[in-house]
């Protein structure tokens, strides 16, 4: 039986500054580009879909639900979020925080309420029934964290990780922060960033 012929490298096309150029003109990104960014998406959904499952296996809420109750419980208990860590962090869109908070206020986990000093703008703060839920849970999403993250890696891979996403994300959040910026009232720093000129929530988040 003929063995199948082995393509050179250079058959497929040229590397140039981490991009493969192919002779019928498609491009695509090198095998070490690929791994990096496929390893990085794929990793974090598998994360976040076991975290997710266990949670909602346990205690009936969503990861996502589950870091609204946690930014509020531990950093803004009065509903308004001391330094604009709730909107730095936040990994949905404006809708879908709305629907969350929703959903959780008609499960008396948090409510909403008039933002003082703006009528049109909402603060969301937690309930006692939301922080129980949150304290009912936490040892979950703590051991959880344990096992399929930080158990696999050492201190130092910890902190390089730590290092490494922060530097991604830092043009995202440097972005998002100067739309903020230009588009907000002149207000009080706390009333601003607790609150939007639409009614809409400021999503609560973890950094």
């Known amino acids: 039986m003929p063995q ?32 990096a ?51 730095r962090a936040n990994p949905l869109s404006q809708s879908r925080v709305s629907r969350l908070v929703a959903e959780l206020e008609a499960r008396g986990l948090v409510k909403r309420s008039p933002a003082d000093g703006d009528g049109r703008g909402v603060q969301v703060s937690i309930t006692a029934r939301g922080t129980e839920k949150f304290r009912a849970a936490q040892d979950t999403h703590l051991a959880g964290l344990e096992r399929r993250l930080f158990a696999r890696l050492t201190e130092r891979e910890t902190r390089q990780l730590a290092a490494l996403t922060s530097k991604i994300l830092g043009d995202r959040e440097d972005s998002a922060e100067s739309a903020r910026t230009k588009s907000m009232p002149s207000q009080s720093k706390s009333s601003s960033r607790s609150t939007t000129r639409s009614g809409n929530e400021h999503p609560p988040r973890r950094r």
Request: net charge positive; glycine share 12%; hydrophobic share 40%.
């Open 4 to 35: 199948p012929r082995r393509t050179s490298t250079a058959s497929h096309g040229k590397e140039v500054a981490g991009v493969v150029y192919r002779p019928d003109g498609l491009k695509h990104a090198s095998a070490q580009r690929a791994s």
């Open 37 to 87: 960014f496929l390893g990085l998406v794929r990793a974090g959904e598998t994360l976040a879909r076991g975290l997710d499952a266990e949670l909602e296996r346990d205690h009936g809420i969503s990861l996502r639900a589950h870091e609204v109750l946690l930014v509020l419980a531990l950093f803004a208990p009065g509903g308004a979020p001391p330094d604009g860590r709730t909107e």
